[in-house]
């Protein structure tokens, strides 16, 4: 099975918003609630911003947000800053690959 | 505070073995699934294996079947990934992350480097 879609990249200029998809199939990303999003900056650890589609842990910003409609869930970052210029990944329960292929955010 | 820490990584030659460590502290170790997911240089997240509470189940990606085992010692906080006949696309940032349910990975170790190379 292969990994969950995203677009390689995606850009914006500071105040403004991007969105990023993940497209899976009817046997995760649309059968499930299960979807969570991962934030890596270079060289370190990914931390999770996202999860269960659209639930932020403490400490997440509001400015990321999350939806999911049919097969594809989105991440939505608004108001973008300079420390959100990272590489996202999506999850989902269900697969037998999990993780999206990654998406570079640019901050212009 | 939540803290994992990978151990166990280096270099190895093409076919040998690394067993892999991860020690948790700040988490009820006892009531917490935990993964191995891997990132080989420049590429995406990949899961690798889980493993549940008491160490009863355990699950690996079809690629690492019957070369890793996923283990835990719940007296020590202690989570293992024994690694055999390792090639050289097993090259990877290996991390530990706890997991709260349904793939959601919600504290990550720094990552211990595995380098495959004669």
């Known amino acids: 099975q292969s990994a969950l879609t995203q677009p390689p990249s995606a850009s914006g200029s500071p105040g403004q918003s991007v969105t990023i998809s993940c497209t899976g199939t009817?046997?995760?990303?649309?059968?499930?609630?299960?979807v969570s999003w991962y934030q890596q900056h270079p060289g370190k650890a990914p931390k999770l911003m996202i999860y269960?589609?659209?639930k932020r842990p403490s400490g997440v910003p509001d400015r990321f947000s999350g939806s999911k409609s049919g097969n594809t869930a989105s991440l939505t970052v608004s108001g973008l800053q300079a420390e959100d210029e990272a590489d996202y990944y999506c999850c989902s329960f269900g697969g037998s690959s999990p993780f999206g292929t990654g998406t570079k955010v640019t901050v212009l | 505070e939540v803290q994992l820490v990978e151990s166990g990584g280096g270099l190895v030659q093409p076919g040998g073995s690394l067993r892999l460590s991860c020690a948790a502290s700040g988490v009820t170790f006892t009531t917490s699934w935990f993964n191995w997911v891997r990132q080989a240089p420049g590429k995406g997240l990949e899961w690798v294996a889980s493993?549940?509470?008491?160490?009863?189940?355990?699950y690996y990606v079809d690629t690492v079947k019957g070369r890793f085992t996923i283990s835990r010692d719940n007296d020590k906080n202690s989570l293992y990934l024994q690694m055999n006949s390792l090639r050289a696309e097993d090259m990877a940032v290996y991390y530990c992350?706890?997991?709260?349910?349904?793939?959601?990975?919600?504290?990550w170790g720094q990552g211990t480097l595995v380098t495959v190379s004669s």
């Open positions: 009817s046997s995760d990303v649309g059968k499930y609630n299960y």
């Open positions: 992350a706890t997991d709260i349910g349904y793939f959601t990975l919600d504290y």
């Open positions: 493993i549940n509470q008491d160490g009863s189940q355990k």
């Open positions: 269960e589609v659209n």
